[in-house]
């Protein structure tokens, strides 16, 4: 796991040294890439890679980077692990391909200068983001895993092409000039993260999951698609692909792509937030290592949202070398200054607080972990799955009718909702069910099911968002017609795949980790296991039925069977007491029209939340997150 960056100026040098530029660049990504960095210049064309190295694999001088090719044709900058690497030396050298070291980067630059770009991106394996440039024909390819598990951005402008892991590098080119993009911010505070089609700047993008970009010397540049997960699922769908025992051929290919994610020349553990997909891959890989593995958690002395007790019992009945560490709601409010430099762009998840505490503790022992993620989006263990049919019957009411309903469940405010119902069973665990009530009576109102689930991922409403500049409407969230072959919960998860996974989730744990020099792995998104469970028939996939099934096979039902918590914060009613001081400053009314922000609806919802009326807090972290980071970046 590394950083990469780099620079193509077609104009002239430009200003500033070159050998200063990349190394500038470079050194700002010394967090991702602590033990070792490189750099690699031509000065005649104007180009420089630039790298920051963690050793997981091959530790010696043979896997420094920027790396060129045995031919001298090519020159790569890498960041991630190509897993299947092992397998791909042993064709290279039947093919009396000369390799020099252990490293997966010289596996990966000769398969392509063997094989070539295309037939290597289709027999790889693993998570990547890597530069390539071609010396013989004068272009630089950009190349991004298959679901985005690592970043890689990208700006052209006047014929300046920058390139890097994150876009802090790009402020070290003194060429390079910055202006904020409305229409991304617009999203931001939809989402709560920038979708990775965009990014903050204007002229800056993420290349996309399974995607990559070729330059040319000429200042052409193409965007391309080498692997699309609707088309791979839809050849899945056509082969009606049948298993005679499900559970068995999920746990073996479950087994398989734990193994290949555990091999390192550095120790690999284990996060476990005790829930069933963290536990499962710790389960498998305790039961295929033949030492304890290290599993790590972070509990918290609130109680009302610490779940480390069950993640305490799942390894001492597994017996792993847990580490588990208390920290109170000043440690996780402490973080808060310290976002806008880890996270680089506005990031408005907030349970990015306790990840970070999380990778900090496992850093301190071990450079490499597995983690659960993914398992909800390829399983379908989210709410809104389950919720997806029971809210489609309701689109079979004439919109009339669904009008009516909906108008008259806001004859009552929240609170009064609240007292009314709260005397009924167990109606205390929901403090805020008049919230809930409107959200439904949202989706009453709304004209067609395909606005449903836009609505669900959406803090802000399209129409609501509160900016004061025009801005393009944002429909990259709307169920595509490439995907009607799916029910609507399989399009759900498609969409969730596709989007919420990289930009929210993976973005996530990626910034977190790789600020304390982590690398952290995810089983579930291996590229054979994915396409394996979307081919299972749908009606077989019962919400993670299947992956418990296999749980309880290594751990009794007893530890893990309780409801899905989240690793969240409570961030509610932080932004009543601790936090009300830090956000009220923020969001002041001259410091919100300063940065082109609609003070009156953001103050509305502030008052409202302060008074305990409403619980507005995930209209109002991203609009506190994006004032925070504006104040920091100064621009």
């Known amino acids: 796991m590394c950083g990469i960056v780099g620079f193509w100026n077609l104009r002239s040098q430009g200003r500033g040294n070159l050998q200063n530029i990349i190394c500038n660049m470079t050194n700002t990504l010394e967090s991702r890439g602590p033990d070792d960095k490189g750099t690699w210049i031509d000065k005649k064309n104007n180009i420089c890679l630039g790298h920051r190295r963690l050793s997981i694999i091959e530790l010696s001088k043979l896997g420094k980077q920027p790396m060129v090719s045995r031919n001298k044709r090519y020159v790569m900058s890498f960041n991630g692990e190509i897993y299947n690497y092992k397998e791909i030396k042993k064709e290279l050298i039947k093919n009396k391909v000369k390799l020099k070291s252990n490293s997966d980067t010289e596996v990966l630059i000769e398969s392509i200068s063997f094989w070539g770009i295309r037939k290597t991106l289709r027999i790889i394996s693993g998570m990547f983001a890597f530069a390539l440039f071609d010396l013989k024909y004068k272009k630089i390819y950009l190349f991004r895993d298959r679901f985005g598990i690592k970043p890689l951005y990208f700006s052209l402008k006047d014929n300046l092409f920058l390139f890097g892991s994150q876009t802090k590098s790009f402020f070290k080119h003194p060429d390079w000039n910055y202006e904020i993009s409305y229409n991304s911010l617009a999203s931001f505070f939809k989402y709560s993260y920038i979708p ?132 109170s709601n000043k440690d996780i409010i402490d973080l808060i200054p310290k976002l806008n430099n880890i996270y680089d762009e506005p990031f408005a998840d907030s349970s990015q607080l306790p990840t970070i505490l999380l990778s900090h503790i496992t850093r301190e022992k071990v450079k490499v972990a597995l983690s659960g993620d993914g398992g909800d989006e390829l399983f379908g263990g989210y709410n809104r799955y389950k919720w997806s049919k029971n809210i489609k019957n309701l689109f079979f009411l004439p919109f009339f009718l669904r009008k009516i309903i909906g108008n008259s469940m806001r004859i009552l405010t929240p609170q009064q909702w609240h007292k009314i119902l709260c005397f009924l069973p167990k109606i205390n665990r929901y403090p805020f069910i008049g919230d809930k009530i409107y959200k439904l009576s949202d989706i009453f109102l709304l004209e067609k099911f395909s606005n449903v689930y836009p609505y669900l991922i959406s803090q802000w409403q399209e129409q609501e968002i509160p900016l004061n500049k025009e801005v393009l409407s944002d429909n990259s969230l709307a169920p595509t017609k490439e995907a009607s072959f799916l029910n609507i919960t399989e399009q759900m998860q498609l969409m969730d795949m596709n989007n919420y996974l990289p930009d929210d989730i993976l973005t996530k744990v990626d910034r977190a980790s790789m600020n304390f020099g982590l690398e952290v792995r995810v089983p579930y998104l291996d590229k054979d296991l994915v396409k394996f469970v979307w081919s299972i028939d749908s009606q077989k996939k019962d919400s993670k039925k299947i992956l418990k099934n296999i749980l309880y096979k290594y751990i009794p039902k007893k530890l893990v069977s309780r409801p899905k918590m989240g690793f969240s914060v409570p961030l509610n009613d932080w932004l009543k007491g601790p936090l009300k001081d830090w956000a009220s400053e923020l969001i002041k009314k001259e410091n919100l029209i300063k940065n082109n922000i609609d003070a009156d609806k953001v103050l509305l919802k502030w008052n409202e939340h302060i008074s305990g009326k409403r619980n507005w807090q995930y209209k109002l972290w991203p609009i506190l997150i994006y004032q925070s980071w504006k104040q920091e970046i100064n621009i």
Request: aromatic share 10%; no cysteine.
């Open 196 to 327: 990775s089609s965009q990014s903050i700047y204007k002229n800056t993008y993420q290349v996309p999951p399974g995607g990559y970009i070729e330059f040319s010397s000429n200042g052409n540049l193409k965007k391309k698609q080498y692997w699309n997960l609707s088309n791979e699922i839809e050849n899945l769908k056509e082969k009606n692909i049948q298993y005679n025992n499900l559970e068995n051929e999920v746990n073996l290919r479950l087994i398989e792509s734990v193994k290949k994610h555990m091999v390192s020349d550095v120790s690999v553990g284990s996060f476990l937030s005790g829930g069933i997909d963290s536990s499962l891959i710790t389960a498998l890989m305790q039961n295929v290592s033949n030492k304890r593995i290290k599993t790590f958690n972070i509990g918290f002395e609130d109680k009302t949202i610490d779940e480390s007790n069950y993640a305490n019992d799942i390894a001492k009945h597994l017996r792993t070398d847990h580490h588990s560490v208390i920290f």
